[in-house]
């Protein structure tokens, strides 16, 4: 059994930046793909990144080039870096690994707004 605890969101104006953070108990992540999804209101959850077990990376036609996503097998973490957030980025931020079936975090608020 996975345990994901996400962290670092909170309100940032509109240029500003992020970094989500997401620890892993109870298993090491590097087994698993990892990936940060997004839900805001009133819309369906959505996949922003996606990073393998052995480190390939995908993005969201929405955020290539702002989001990078990170994992580090040693800390047992996995991050994902927003740069030039935009108010559409709004949203609750998951982490999960595994894949749908898999494991998910409770989730953090990011809230893009001047």
């Known amino acids: 059994q996975v345990q994901l605890v996400e962290s670092g969101g909170g309100l940032v104006q509109p240029g500003g930046s992020l970094r989500l953070s997401c620890a892993g108990s109870?298993?090491?992540?590097?087994?698993?793909?990892m990936a940060w999804y997004r839900q805001a209101p009133g819309k369906q959850r959505e996949l922003v990144s996606f990073i393998s077990n052995s480190g390939r990376t995908n993005y969201a036609d929405s955020v290539k080039g702002r989001f990078t996503i990170a994992r580090d097998n040693a800390k047992n973490t996995v991050s994902l870096q927003m740069n030039s957030l935009k108010p559409e980025d709004t949203a609750v931020y998951y982490c999960?690994?595994?894949?749908?079936?898999?494991?998910w975090g409770q989730g953090t608020q990011v809230t893009v707004s001047s």
């Open positions: 109870g298993s090491s992540l590097s087994i698993y793909s």
């Open positions: 999960n690994a595994g894949g749908g079936a898999g494991f």
